[in-house]
């Protein structure tokens, strides 16, 4: 028989057994319980702390209708969640369609709510409608409360199915809605929250609308925070800017309605080479960018090359300032509030509304413009960075003109001091990035050849936080990284040209092995920020200690699990204990064992959940300021678990 007609008898048999027995209908909620990743992106803790954000969406959606200006979310003790907040309260009374209440409908219905052209919402955010009915069917159980009228309401639910009919509990003089879950242990791989990862999400929530109060109470440790920001994304910028030195003091900040589009726009310059644009569409977070964005940026140029020219700070004959050139050391925010927002994509990174981009560069040209017409210093400020940027980045041009010819040059050559692996697809391949020769030299014999390249850095690499691209392109450390990543970076990163797929940052474990690594997740931050967001940054965990007894070695990597192991062997018969300063103590078999096997060793993924948190780590920890970062060392000195002196 030949292969085809096996391929069709094959064929027949398969659609024999497809029928209709085998399509399945899922009701109800049941379709979110069986994909809940296709509703909230992941069952992990990214996920359950998205449940949290999507009830208070809706308690933010009556706060930009005017009806809500305080919401208090409590972990609560048992890390279930209660959100309150002051606004309308859901509607009690029975939907015309459904026959049962409109606040069953909202928890009990996908793609119901006042968010569907029903008059509900001018504006919103949230999963538009699906956000209270995707937390119920992905939470063990769940209680409304709704204060209206002078009466307290209350219906429980559990995965999604009704368990009480909605009604009268108490009389009441408030008014609101109270939400109180507990996200369900057999969706979730974790179920215990973060304060600080909810802090971060609801200041942002606080920053974007203005006036609005948000408390965030935690009865497990007892820790609280108040979000209220009546500057609103004035206030974002001034948070943003807390770690570096600002070029001028004032903030320009507008906000202008045209064609039914809010528009809110802050901004202001620090001394750093970064650039940083926050950019939301109905306070979501639209990471990618959109025609906000673009609208915003080519205001910005163009009003800078205007004001430049007409008061001869820029000569008749130079070069228009370009869009880098005007942003760097640029933060800015960018807030629209539009009716029917537009997104390339289920998860609502990109803003599309064409309209948008028009509206956004006509309010920032003629406001922004006038702002410099005002405050000529600041404007003065302004160009003088810029021109300092644009001769910069002319030599770094020529800087990465010399990367790229060297690289052809060398035809595919690798730094010398990198030991590549023998194996060339990217996925199956990693790079240990080590810390000095001697630790390369004993990384270079403990690896397996075949998986397993090394790159040895002699010293500590340039601070990319206080030194400009052209700098930084000379410093050969940072080219042979760039070199062995093979991605390039910024507007040349290709992600498609990455050689491996899993890039290991080992250095000692002391306070210069820590500096160093530092130093490399700055550089990696700033200009190859897709590899920490795709997860292929890895920290490899050297133990800090060898215990023997009785010819067996213990390898221990931490205090705390020095004093277990100390407890559960004994501490009598112990040889001395050794602490290790550098991986270069270690013999090749003991690197392999304890932090080079696949099998063995602790890798800690590097993740970046929060853009501005991570950008105000590293500015704090890297840049010029002393005062941020003393008062970081003062905060956590009680917490360190590991301190070397």
């Known amino acids: 028989m030949s292969e085809i007609s096996k391929l069709v008898q094959k064929s027949d048999i398969e659609a024999k057994e497809y029928d209709e027995s085998q399509i399945q209908i899922l009701e109800g909620l049941e379709a ?3 994909r809940p990743g296709m509703y909230i992106g992941t069952t992990t803790s990214k996920g359950l702390h998205h449940l949290v954000y999507e009830i208070v969406d809706n308690a933010v959606d009556e706060a930009l209708a005017g009806f809500c200006n305080e919401i208090t979310v409590t972990i609560k003790s048992d890390n279930t969640i209660t959100v309150m907040d002051n606004g309308r309260g859901i509607p009690t009374g029975i939907h015309p369609q459904k026959g049962i209440s409109a606040v069953e409908v909202v928890f009990t219905t996908l793609h119901a709510g006042g968010k569907f052209g029903g008059g509900g919402y001018k504006v919103s955010g949230g999963l538009h409608g699906v956000g209270a009915s995707v937390v119920n069917a992905l939470s063990e159980f769940l209680i409304v409360k709704v204060y209206q009228d002078g009466k307290v309401y209350k219906q429980e639910y559990s995965r999604g199915e009704t368990i009480t009919k909605l009604e009268v509990v108490d009389k009441t003089n408030l008014r ?18 973060s304060f600080d990862v909810l802090k971060q999400r609801l200041q ?7 006036g609005l109060k948000i408390n965030l109470l935690d009865e497990r440790e007892d820790k609280k925070a108040t979000l209220h920001y009546e500057g609103g994304i004035k206030e974002f910028v001034t948070y943003i800017n807390d770690n570096k030195t600002a070029i001028f003091d004032k903030i320009f900040y507008v906000e202008d309605t045209k064609d039914d589009i809010n528009v809110e726009v802050a901004l202001q310059y620090n001394d750093s080479y970064t650039e940083i644009t926050q950019a939301y569409a109905n306070n979501i977070n639209t990471i990618e960018g959109g025609t906000h964005l673009s609208g915003f940026k080519s205001a910005l140029t163009k009003t800078i090359n205007e004001y430049g020219k007409k008061f001869n700070l820029l000569k008749e004959n130079d070069k228009n300032l370009t869009g880098d050139d005007v942003r760097e050391g640029l933060v800015a925010v960018i807030s629209v509030k539009i009716g029917d927002p537009k997104f390339e994509g289920q998860t609502k990174t990109k803003l599309t509304n064409s309209e948008v981009k028009s509206v956004v560069d006509n309010i920032v040209s003629e406001y922004f413009y006038y702002f410099l017409e005002e405050n000529p210093s600041i404007g003065k400020l302004i160009i003088e960075k810029s021109l300092m940027a644009a001769r910069a980045r002319d030599a770094a041009k020529k800087a990465r003109e010399l990367v790229r010819r060297k690289t052809a040059l060398d035809n595919g050559r690798m730094p010398g001091k990198l030991a590549d692996c023998l194996e060339k697809d990217p996925e199956k391949s990693e790079l240990y990035i080590v810390e000095g020769d001697s630790a390369g030299g004993s990384a270079k014999n403990a690896r397996t050849p ?10 500590k690499i340039l601070n990319v936080e206080k030194s400009r691209l052209d700098k930084i392109l000379g410093n050969e450390q940072i080219r042979s990284m760039i070199t062995a990543f093979g991605c390039g970076i910024n507007e040349d990163f290709d992600m498609l040209k990455l050689r491996y797929h899993k890039i290991i940052i080992m250095t000692d474990a002391d306070v210069d092995g820590a500096h160093i690594r530092t130093l490399i997740l700055t550089f990696m931050y700033r200009y190859m920020t897709p590899l920490i967001e795709s997860g292929k940054i890895y920290i490899a965990q050297p133990p800090l200690y060898k215990v023997e007894k009785s010819k067996k070695e213990y390898y221990v990597y931490s205090d705390l699990e020095l004093e277990n192991v100390l407890n559960d062997i004994g501490r009598d018969g112990i040889k001395p204990i050794q602490r290790y300063k550098g991986l270069g103590e270690m013999n090749p078999e003991q690197l392999w064992s304890t932090t080079m096997d696949p099998a063995k060793r602790i890798l800690l993924k590097v993740t970046m959940e929060d853009a501005i948190a991570a950008d105000r780590v590293f500015s704090m920890l890297m840049g010029d300021k002393v005062e941020p970062r003393r008062d970081f060392i003062r905060e956590y000195a009680k917490t360190v678990e590991v301190l070397d002196i």
């Open 450 to 459: 075949k998986t397993q390249a090394i790159l040895p850095l002699r010293g």
């Open 204 to 210: 942002e929530i606080a920053f974007l609308t203005k």
């Open 176 to 193: 609101g809605t109270f939400v109180h879950f507990k996200p369900d242990d057999e969706i979730f791989e974790e179920t215990v929250y």
């Open 32 to 34: 979110v319980r069986i």
